[in-house]
């Protein structure tokens, strides 16, 4: 009869055993199931990230390749501008050998003409014996080669005096101020190339004068001053030669 008691009871500990361990299958199978979806999305997140890697890989890569062309374009320009700017020069040269040798044959034709020969309209008040405008032109340019600064300023100023309408009287005024330059009264020379832009302004030789007027202002630490002189060039001459080699400057001087 005890045995027969005890009968429901052992059954229900053997369904309660048997539920655990169906429990704890259906445990593992789930658990297996959570590690394989885990392990698929590492992997396809492993796949992103190697994508992204790649990805950015790529653009460092071609902001490189852009810098190097860049950088290369940027050599290339400051090589034209340099080049640019040594052609400029070159002409400078070359003009003024030729203005150079016009004045030498002029004054060379001046010294040939007799001494009665009749002066040219507007020079009656000269002596027949006078030299001509392009021999003292060119005798005070010949002063200011050899170093005598004073003896050539001297020179240019009797050319202005004695010939103010003298075609070559806006570069006899630009070779003053290299004179006072070549003698380091940076104010005197300023004043003389202000003068020539003033007197001359529609004269080639305005631009030079406002150029070399902007290096002495440079050379004196006067930026600002020097700055305007250059702009203007770039305004008011901007198909003269200055106006390049003006351009230049101002990428020197900033801002």
């Not at 002409?91 to 034709?109: D, I």
């Amino acid at each position: 009869m005890r045995g027969i008691r005890f009968a429901p009871l052992a059954a229900l500990v053997l369904a309660g055993c048997l539920a655990s361990k169906t429990d704890i299958a259906l445990l593992q199978t789930e658990l297996q199931t959570m590690r394989g979806e885990s392990a698929r999305g590492d992997s396809a997140r492993r796949v992103q990230i190697d994508q992204a890697l790649g990805q950015l890989t790529r653009v460092n890569d071609s902001v490189r390749a852009v810098s190097v062309r860049l950088a290369k374009l940027q050599a290339d320009v400051a090589n034209e501008h340099y080049q640019i700017s040594r052609e400029v020069i070159q002409l400078q040269e070359l003009s003024g050998q030729s203005t150079r040798r016009l004045q030498e044959l002029r004054g060379a034709l001046e010294e040939r003409a007799p001494a009665g020969a009749q002066p040219a309209p507007g020079d009656s008040a000269r002596p027949a014996a006078a030299p001509g405008p392009g021999q003292l032109f060119q005798s005070s340019l010949d002063q200011l080669r050899r170093g005598s600064v004073g003896v050539a300023r001297s020179g240019f100023e009797e050319l202005l005096r004695t010939y103010p309408t003298y075609e070559d009287a806006p570069e006899a005024m630009v070779y003053i101020a290299e004179t006072y330059a070549a003698e380091r009264n940076q104010v005197a020379a300023d004043s003389v190339y202000g003068l020539v832009v003033q007197r001359y302004p529609r004269s080639p030789k305005a631009a030079t004068a406002l150029y070399k007027r902007a290096l002495v202002l440079k050379s004196a630490g006067q930026n600002a001053a020097a700055r305007a002189a250059l702009e203007r060039i770039v305004r008011e001459y901007p198909r003269s030669d200055e106006a390049t080699l003006a351009r230049e400057q101002l990428r020197t001087l900033g801002r």
